[in-house]
């Protein structure tokens, strides 16, 4: 099973970029796909989740109206469109795999998604946004 970001890059702050996560290995049916981020001396944190049939999506607040998660069954392919990108946006974006159930229990709750919830990782890709 692989995960596989990319997209990510150097942008001044304002500016758009989109990230790619690519499946493989096995299909995620009935799961669901999330980005999270871990910025320099903090703990990784949830930005936005969908479910593989596109059918669900939850947002960390401070990325709603900015990202938007979307999914291709097709291309096995979940994307993460970035715009009006802030300087705080800056990390190292992560695609995981995960279980439905937590998903739609913090999203009941109001709570964000934990990592453990999450059996598969991809390696990362840097977002770095300049002033």
């Known amino acids: 099973v692989q995960l596989v970001e990319s997209g990510g890059g150097l942008v001044q702050a304002g500016g758009s970029l989109r990230l790619s996560c690519a499946t493989s290995?096995?299909?995620?049916?009935?799961?669901?796909v999330s980005w999270f981020r871990q910025a320099p001396g903090k703990e990784r944190e949830f930005v936005a989740g969908?479910?593989?049939?596109?059918?669900?999506?939850y947002y960390a607040d401070s990325v709603k109206g900015r990202l938007t998660i979307s999914g291709d069954n097709a291309e096995n392919t979940v994307y993460l469109q970035m715009n009006s990108l802030k300087p705080e946006d800056t990390a190292v974006y992560y695609c995981a795999a995960g279980r439905l159930t937590p998903f739609f229990t913090a999203q009941a709750m109001g709570t964000m998604p934990a990592t453990e919830e999450y059996d598969y990782w991809g390696q990362g890709t840097q977002v770095t946004v300049s002033e």
């Open positions: 290995g096995r299909t995620f049916s009935g799961n669901v």
């Open positions: 969908i479910t593989w049939e596109s059918t669900n999506t």
